[in-house]
């Protein structure tokens, strides 16, 4: 089992799950900052609002995840806290990102949807690589299965919990989102195809197919009235980003992401 916890700094310990999301984060930047000036964005843009939203999609990510989980927290409030140890919902992180950006491209006037179309590949890949510690803290998987020959051996030890072997989703949802960066680079990249938003859509759509269909392997999903919350969270995803998708491709003017 691999030590949850990646080194130590006098009394402060820093985790893997940590360094994963951080390590996320800093890739998403950068990605986002290369491509911002592409459309009359500056990376202090960029720098600035990561500043303010990162916190506090954190913040989202974590209340989003106990509200689901509060028959739980409620007896043990002093946990509600220690997101070191996991627990937080990447589509609460995410929402609370939304709402974050919409209020700051009023003050800045900056057109969202630009701004989103920019920062969606960093996205992808800062998830894809948050899932490793899921990996790490043991979470995120789902049935229990007689091997993962399959799998190298590393993974293979790590995905032996409480005395079964178990299906590695988190490894799945990482290589997904791997897939989906691949494809929607060089989606990007080609003349006339993507109109402006629809990489934004694309993301809706990609991640939203790739969750619905992997969490329904999970064993830890979160619940709301006997459906599983990302599943349904998922879905609505998908068909915002159809009909938003539908609704830009009837209109002429909007321009290409690529012209």
């Known amino acids: 089992m691999i030590d949850p916890i990646a080194f130590q700094i006098g009394p402060l310990a820093i985790h893997w799950y940590a360094v994963c999301i951080m390590t996320g984060l800093l890739l998403a930047v950068y990605l986002t900052t290369k491509e911002a000036p592409r459309k009359n964005l500056s990376s202090d843009d960029i720098i600035d609002f990561i500043l303010i939203a990162f916190p506090l999609s954190i913040i989202g990510a974590r209340i989003y995840y106990v509200i689901f989980e509060w028959s739980y927290y409620s007896q043990h409030l002093n946990e509600i806290l220690a997101v070191w140890n996991g627990g937080i919902a990447i589509y609460g992180g995410l929402i609370t990102g939304v709402l974050v950006l919409l209020v700051y491209s009023y003050y800045k006037v900056i057109n969202p949807i630009t701004f989103l179309d920019i920062s969606v590949p960093g996205v992808m890949i800062a998830q894809a690589i948050g899932r490793w510690g899921n990996f790490i803290n043991q979470e995120a998987y789902g049935r229990a299965v007689d091997n993962l020959h399959y799998l190298p051996r590393f993974i293979q030890k790590q995905m032996f919990i409480d005395g079964h072997?178990?299906?590695?989703?988190?490894?799945?949802?990482?290589?997904?989102?791997?897939?989906?960066?691949?494809?929607?680079?060089?989606?990007?990249?080609?003349?006339?195809?993507?109109?402006?938003?629809?990489?934004?859509?694309?993301?809706?759509?990609?991640?939203?197919?790739?969750?619905?269909?992997?969490?329904?392997?999970?064993?830890?999903?979160?619940?709301?009235?006997?459906?599983?919350?990302?599943?349904?969270?998922?879905?609505?995803?998908?068909?915002?980003?159809?009909?938003?998708?539908?609704?830009?491709?009837?209109?002429?003017?909007?321009?290409?992401?690529?012209?």
Not at 221 to 250: A, D, E, Y
């Open 165 to 259: 072997y178990r299906t590695p989703t988190f490894l799945y949802e990482s290589l997904w989102n791997f897939l989906g960066f691949a494809v929607i680079m060089v989606l990007r990249r080609k003349p006339a195809f993507l109109k402006e938003g629809e990489v934004m859509a694309f993301y809706l759509i990609w991640y939203g197919i790739g969750r619905l269909v992997i969490e329904g392997m999970r064993t830890d999903s979160l619940m709301f009235l006997g459906f599983r919350v990302s599943q349904l969270v998922s879905i609505v995803l998908m068909i915002i980003g159809l009909v938003f998708i539908v609704i830009r491709r009837q209109k002429k003017e909007i321009p290409y992401y690529q012209a």
